[in-house]
Each structure stands twice: as structure tokens, then as C-alpha cells.
């Protein structure tokens, strides 16, 4: 049983930011594995440097195509990538300078994100790309 379960119900219709989402859900669900496994050091090293990559460039990605549709909430979510990109890279300076680090706080730190940004904050902004036709409805049928 992965740690978090993907569900197409966070799938925004959207295809380069789905196939981002779900990649962040497995990796987060491979460094669980790993922790439980006594691996967590090795796979930790390549999950935290992909993390940083990931919230650069995805996240970015996901608010230029906000910016060309006009979703008018954009400010709001915007915000919260911020505050995650700035959790994420406390993480990543702690990693670098060798500050020891909590995988249990930051593996929870990551579900809640899937539970509230992907599924509260990320569904409104699918709800609104649905709503001025550019992406199809197809995900609700799934
Ligand atoms: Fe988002």
C-alpha cells in the first residue's frame, strides 16, 4: 500500500502538469519506501535535489500557463507555491550544510501538500481550465 495512494481525482486535465503531479506522488511515495526499507539516506540524496528542480521548474510552469488563460486567483496560489518552495528550499539548505534532518516531518510536510494544494488549490484551477474550455472534462468521467 503506497504512502499516498494516487487517485486521478487529482488530475487536472492538464497533461505536463498530471504527469508532474504524479511523478511528485511517487517520488514521494519511493523515499517512503526507502525510509521503511533503511534506505532513506541514498534515495533521500537523489529525492531532495529532484525536489528542488521540481519546485523551480513545475511549479512555475503551472503559474505561466495561469498567467496566459487569466485565472483570476492567480495571486492567492501563487502564494502558496511560494511557501512551499520556501519550505523546500530550508530543506535543501539544511541538506547542504548538514543540518540533520527529519524525513518523518518531511514526508508528512508532503502528504499534506498532495491532500490540500493538489486537491483544493490545484482543483479550482482544473474546475477553471474546464470552465473556459481548455482542457475537456474527460477526468470527471474517470
Ligand atoms: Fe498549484
Redesign the pocket.
Known amino acids: 500500500m503506497p504512502f499516498i495512494k494516487w487517485d486521478d481525482k487529482y488530475l487536472i486535465g492538464f497533461n505536463i502538469i498530471d504527469d508532474a503531479q504524479k511523478k511528485f506522488v511517487a517520488g514521494v511515495n519511493e523515499l517512503h519506501d526507502a525510509v521503511k526499507a533503511n534506505r532513506g539516506n541514498e534515495v533521500f540524496i537523489r529525492f531532495i535535489y529532484w525536489l528542488a528542480d521540481y519546485v523551480s521548474k513545475s ?1 512555475k510552469h ?1 503559474e505561466n500557463i495561469m498567467e496566459q488563460h487569466g485565472y483570476p486567483d492567480i495571486d492567492v ?1 501563487i502564494s ?2 511560494e511557501m512551499f518552495t520556501r519550505e523546500i528550499n530550508d530543506y535543501f539548505f539544511d541538506f547542504e550544510t548538514g543540518v540533520k534532518l527529519h524525513v518523518d516531518e518531511i514526508l508528512e510536510f508532503l502528504e499534506k501538500w498532495v491532500k490540500s ?2 486537491m483544493e ?2 482543483q479550482e ?1 482544473g474546475a477553471f481550465l474546464v470552465a473556459k474550455g481548455v482542457v475537456p472534462r474527460f477526468k470527471k468521467l474517470l
Do not use: S
Request: proline residues 0%.
Open positions: 511549479l503551472e496560489h502558496e507555491h494544494h493538489l488549490f490545484d484551477f
